[in-house]
């Protein structure tokens, strides 16, 4: 029996396939052309209890671990939903842990054994303003690292903040943020020492702030029902309560929970995987040239082989690099090998789902045109595969 497979995980399982397919299904091509996914659907989805999975109840989270979050992701897109509604509809998953890490609590399971909250300051007065609206699907967030000038090297950070008595006077910009066009709060790396000196603080700021402007709706491959924007800031004053945490935590916290958003990337790739394989191979069965069906050639049963092989193969490891990440052990390598061998399964997946779809396959009628499209940040997103291979190394000693 598979980790993910118990009564309780297979009732979140239905749960969850029952939402894609009554609040998403019906609308996903409209909010892919709209560009956003409307403000509604987070309500909809707390108020199932979904957008809190993986978020302690002290925190008005839903409960549950690491394993309920990559169950509930996997089941969107083979649902029919994908990749770029998970990035749009749980972008609170990368924007609020940190936060409910410095006052205590836990989310997913994953700082268990590693941070333990009496290192970072416990900030209850962040969770009541920021997280608890936020699962209750009252509020979006944004997480902002990424910058202009670079965003693999998170300790070049050059957004700055200077304390200013109880205040940080923030400058600087922000680029490729997820929900950034919508996000009501943005949880910011910024650097509160010299800029690339490395000494990073994370700070949450409000969107109406003076100086705190959102710039373009930034268009792209895939993903278009997830906004991304570019974000400026000039001199704006942000209180020092608003800091997660001590001064000069950030790049600490920010590689810590880097885990879980590597892990969901890696899910997403799986499933979508998985999802493509489903989807070609009903579409060979049905498929007739020559007088048969395609599903009848051995070439394309072998093929179809193949692909569900591969995703299999990276569902199995990511599941299991993630137990041990819910176990807290200390696994940053083989989180790094999971984004890789899942997205690289993806890659190879869709390119040959779309193949075998023939011309219906390139167009935007076609699911697996937008799972072909939507597959390509993976392995870009969350650390790029050449930084996993980085990681990778060093872990060998290299
Ligand atoms: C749709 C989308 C959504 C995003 N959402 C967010 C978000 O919500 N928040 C956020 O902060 N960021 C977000 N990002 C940014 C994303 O995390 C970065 O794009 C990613 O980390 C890579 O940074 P970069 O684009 O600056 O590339 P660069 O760091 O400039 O790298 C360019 C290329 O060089 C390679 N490279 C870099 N360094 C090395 C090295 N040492 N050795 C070998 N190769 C190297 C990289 O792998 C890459 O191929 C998003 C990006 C996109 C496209």
């Not at 749960?15 to 609040?23: G, H």
């Not at 591969?310 to 790094?336: C, D, F, I, L, S």
């Not at 076609?366 to 790029?384: C, F, K, N, P, S």
Request: negative net charge.
């Amino acid at each position: 029996m598979s980790i993910v497979d118990t009564p309780e995980r297979r009732q979140l399982r239905e749960l969850t396939r029952s939402f894609v397919t009554r609040e998403v299904l019906p609308h996903l091509a409209d909010w892919e052309r709209a560009g956003e996914v409307p403000r509604e659907l987070h309500a909809t989805a707390a108020k199932i209890g979904l957008l809190g999975i993986g978020f302690p109840e002290s925190v008005g989270g839903s409960g549950g671990d690491l394993l309920d979050s990559i169950l509930v992701t996997e089941e969107i897109i083979r649902s029919g939903g994908s990749s770029g509604l998970i990035a749009a509809l749980f972008t609170h998953g990368i924007a609020l842990p940190h936060m409910v890490a410095a006052a205590g609590g836990q989310s997913g399971g994953l700082l268990r054994g590693r941070l333990g909250g009496g290192q970072l300051r416990g900030d209850d007065d962040l969770v009541d303003r920021y997280v608890r609206p936020t699962l209750a699907g009252t509020m979006i967030g944004a997480l902002a690292i990424t910058e202009p000038d670079g965003g693999s090297d998170v300790a070049a950070i050059r957004t700055t903040a200077r304390r200013d008595g109880d205040h940080y006077v923030v400058n600087g910009s922000k680029t490729y943020i997820t929900s950034g066009v919508r996000a009501d709060f943005v949880t910011t790396a910024v650097c509160t020492d010299f800029p690339g000196s490395g000494e990073l603080s994370l700070l949450v700021i409000d969107k109406a702030t003076p100086g705190f402007t959102v710039g373009r709706r930034l268009e792209k491959l895939g993903w278009h029902c997830s906004d991304t924007a570019e974000l400026s800031f000039v001199d704006v004053r942000v209180p020092v309560t608003n800091r997660i945490g001590e001064e000069n935590t950030g790049f600490l916290a920010i590689m810590q929970h880097f885990a879980a958003e590597r892990l969901s990337l890696a899910t997403q790739a799986y499933a979508t995987a998985q999802r493509c394989v489903e989807l070609a191979t009903r579409w060979c069965r049905d498929r007739a040239t020559f007088g048969r069906p395609l599903a009848s050639r051995q070439l394309v049963r072998h093929r179809l082989a193949e692909m569900h092989t591969r995703a299999e193969a990276a569902r199995a490891y990511v599941h299991e690099v993630a137990a041990r990440v819910a176990a807290g052990e200390p696994v940053v390598t083989e989180v790094a090998m999971a984004k890789n061998v899942a997205v690289a399964a993806c890659d190879q997946v869709v390119d040959q789902a779309l193949q075998l779809h023939g011309g219906f396959g390139y167009l935007r009628d076609a699911e697996v045109e937008r799972h072909y499209r939507d597959a390509r940040i993976l392995g870009i997103g969350g650390g790029t595969t050449e930084i996993m291979n980085e990681i990778i190394a060093k872990g060998m000693g290299l």
